[in-house]
């Protein structure tokens, strides 16, 4: 079993920059891809960033270039730092791990970013 919490959310004005965390209980063995995904208001979940266990990363379009994900396995924690954040970053961002062996994801409960123009 892991556990995922999330937190570093909170509300700035455009243009400033956040670093939030996924902190990790449990095992991580086994776990070969972290994400980052997120929910505006109205709209659908969806993927921000990813890291893989060999640091490949990946980025959604709109925040290649401002937005960095990264991990510590000796903390079992995962970052996205978010630079020259948009009024249209703001949502619900969620961590989320894939457990190979079982073929499951697992959540946190999400951090709210909130973007001021």
């Known amino acids: 079993q892991v556990t995922l919490v999330e937190s570093g959310g909170g509300l700035v004005q455009a243009g400033e920059s956040l670093r939030l965390s996924c902190a990790a209980s449990g095992s991580i063995l086994g776990v070969n891809v972290w994400g980052w995904y997120r929910r505006a208001p109205g709209q659908q979940r969806v993927l921000v960033a990813t890291?893989?266990?060999?640091?490949?990363?990946k980025y959604v379009d709109s925040v290649r270039g401002r937005f960095t994900i990264s991990r510590d396995n000796a903390e079992k924690t995962v970052y996205l730092q978010m630079d020259s954040l948009k009024p249209e970053d703001t949502a619900v961002y969620y961590c989320?791990?894939?457990?190979?062996?079982?073929?499951?994801?697992?959540w946190g409960q999400g951090t709210q970013v909130t973007v001021s123009s």
């Open positions: 989320n791990a894939y457990y190979v062996p079982s073929r499951r994801y697992f």
């Open positions: 890291i893989d266990n060999g640091g490949i990363t």
